[in-house]
């Protein structure tokens, strides 16, 4: 009986201690910081911000499937964000004298951190990039006193309380456990080719078009790092080439010999148009009823023989690169970072907008789309647009006239007279107005996106692809641009009303990925496939009112052609213009310092 007394009384003792060791485990202050990391990334998600933390798991898989089978689910999303959260959260309550607030006390520059990321996201819709922080002090000049005020005392205050809360004796602890962060930050900053080599293999997926999906799989923090890392590596490439002071001399001797033309005073419209496909080029496929509008044949010939081709840079998707050509007139060679985009801060990088801007034109861009998507918003900013919209969906709080309107069974996808009928009417009031500056107005569709959603009650099928290889995809195309084309000759048609002596330019980023990608082209022989044809898009200019062809372009002879016209010729006198030899030129890397140059500016 004694032995079973001192069983029974060891098992008691055991229990006890495992459930001690349980409820230590479970209600401690580093169990209740994930799981307040958790509870804050789902609100935030369910108030349109940020989300990604854990990949937002719902609770219930876990009850579902043995843990060897989730655990690449639930550690996979921001697993390295993690990590540092919680490191940085064990190392401030080391640091913080001992309170009943150190826990909370600890966790509250990480909260701000993380509320200041998704407060910029949800006022601007586009993801906070440490570079931006330069831009603190202007920020600071211009907000209002009650805006100063409450940042002093949500902000501020406690910010500054947590540093007064932090013992200063521990000058070992502070010094050794601040060490590891900043010698990441070190790496990203002084060996960023090294860290974003390391990154891309322990990290999770980098999302080339989108911040946001980018943020969301791999956390703020590590993307701050990440994104900054991309810029010194941009600059280390780029450092024979920044020499601001002379760059900027240069623009403006460009700027005034363009003044001194007689040019400067016409309008510019240019369109970069999301896979403006054209089916007749298909060879081996024939279709039951034109694809192409009637409207659009009498504007463009019946035949399309008022219709010219321009090379994209791109195949498939990356639209960024086909606008980077087009605006910024070099081509993408793709040695900053994936996307030449993503390497914009917002700095004067001085393309065609801002060239033109600085010769007094009103440069104003208008994109159909998410501005978290490609970096756009400081990208069009370094470029030198005046004025930026986005869909107020997509913008909330951001000054815009465009709203994305009814796009039920179409995704997220403007349709392209939805956009063409609001730039339409905001475009004639700023023509309407008396001795205004010339304007250079750009837009960016959306519609006709991969996998080319259509909502049938709106738009209903006109036709079927007669081939022997068959492709979904394409079919569905060819029937969109049953109702682009009528969109887009609508469009031109009330713009030679409303402004007969401008220069109207209309060109395709690039040919939709098809069902069975580069293969579908290659079966349905879409040009032919000749040589360059996946490169080849089509490109519709109109001069004064009348359709005008080139010959071949690239996308980066675009604004040659705009300061052609503006200078009322005088500019290809002096520069050599293929398309005014007739000619394609084959002048890729001569135009490589040029890129280099930009890109040395665009960052910083």
Avoid at 220 to 243: G, P
Wanted: with cysteine; aromatic share 14%.
């Amino acid at each position: 009986m004694a032995v079973l007394h001192i069983i029974a009384a060891s098992m008691r003792k055991y229990v006890r201690g495992v459930v001690r060791a349980i409820v230590l485990l479970l209600f401690n202050r580093y169990t209740a910081f994930i799981l307040g990391v958790y509870a804050y990334s789902l609100l935030i998600l369910h108030l349109g911000g940020l989300g990604g933390m854990f990949g937002a798991i719902e609770i219930r898989s876990m009850w579902l499937f043995p843990l060897d089978q989730i655990r690449g689910v639930y550690l996979k999303k921001e697993y390295l964000e993690l990590l540092l959260l919680f490191y940085l959260y064990f190392y401030f309550n080391a640091i913080l004298r001992p309170t009943r607030w150190q826990a909370l006390l600890a966790a509250l520059p990480l909260l701000l951190a993380y509320l200041g990321q998704d407060i910029y996201f949800l006022m601007y819709s586009n993801v906070f990039r440490a570079a931006e922080l330069a831009d603190a002090p202007e920020l600071l000049q211009v907000l209002t006193w009650q805006y100063l005020l409450a940042l002093l005392l949500l902000v501020g205050l406690p910010l500054g309380f947590f540093l007064w809360s932090i013992d200063y004796r521990r000058y070992l602890v502070l010094v050794a456990g601040a060490l590891p962060p900043a010698l990441l930050i070190a790496a990203a900053v002084y060996y960023p080719g090294q860290y974003i080599e390391v990154y891309l293999k322990v990290g999770q997926e980098i999302v080339p078009w989108s911040d946001k999906d980018t943020v969301e799989n791999n956390g703020r923090f590590m993307m701050l790092l990440y994104r900054e890392a991309e810029r010194h590596l941009a600059q280390a490439k780029t450092e024979l080439f920044r020499n601001r002071a002379q760059y900027e001399e240069q623009v403006r001797q460009f700027v005034a010999w363009l003044k001194e033309s007689d040019g400067p005073k016409r309008n510019v419209h240019l369109v970069v148009m999301e896979s403006f496909l054209d089916p007749t080029l298909f060879k081996a496929a024939t279709y039951t009823k034109d694809p192409i509008h009637l409207s659009f044949r009498k504007l463009f010939g019946k035949k399309l023989d008022r219709l010219g081709f321009s090379l994209s840079p791109v195949v498939g998707g990356r639209t960024a690169q086909a606008e980077f050509e087009v605006l910024c007139g070099v081509p993408a060679f793709d040695e900053m970072s994936g996307t030449e985009f993503n390497n914009f801060t917002g700095a004067s990088a001085y393309c065609l907008p801002g060239k033109l801007e600085l010769a007094g034109y009103r440069t104003m861009a208008s994109n159909a789309f998410d501005p978290s998507f490609f970096n756009a918003p400081n990208a069009y900013r370094g470029m030198g647009f005046g004025k930026i919209f986005f869909p107020r969906e997509f913008a909330s709080g951001n000054d815009t006239y465009l709203s994305k309107g009814d796009t039920t069974g179409e995704g997220e996808y403007m349709f392209d007279s939805v956009i063409f009928s609001q730039n339409l009417d905001y475009v004639a009031k700023l023509l309407g107005e008396k001795d205004a500056p010339p304007l250079f107005n750009y837009v960016l569709t959306i519609y006709g996106h991969y996998p080319h959603y259509m909502n049938e009650e709106k738009r209903p099928r006109v036709l079927k692809m007669v081939s022997d290889f068959e492709d979904e995809q394409l079919e569905r195309a060819a029937n969109q641009m049953y109702y682009r084309t009528q969109a887009v000759a609508d469009y031109v048609n009330r713009l030679i009303e409303l402004d007969p002596k401008s220069l109207i330019i209309l060109v395709s980023d690039h040919l939709p990925p098809g069902q069975h990608g580069r293969r579908s082209f290659q079966k349905l022989r879409y040009l032919d496939n000749s040589n360059e044809s996946l490169h080849m898009n089509r490109i519709m200019i109109i001069e004064e009112g009348k359709p005008k062809k080139y010959a071949v372009i690239h996308h980066y002879d675009v604004p040659a052609i705009v300061y052609n016209f503006v200078s009322s010729g005088a500019y290809c006198k002096v520069n050599t213009c293929g398309f005014v030899e007739n000619k394609l030129l084959d002048d890729r890397m001569r135009r490589h310092d040029d890129y280099m140059r930009i890109m040395a500016h665009a960052a910083k």
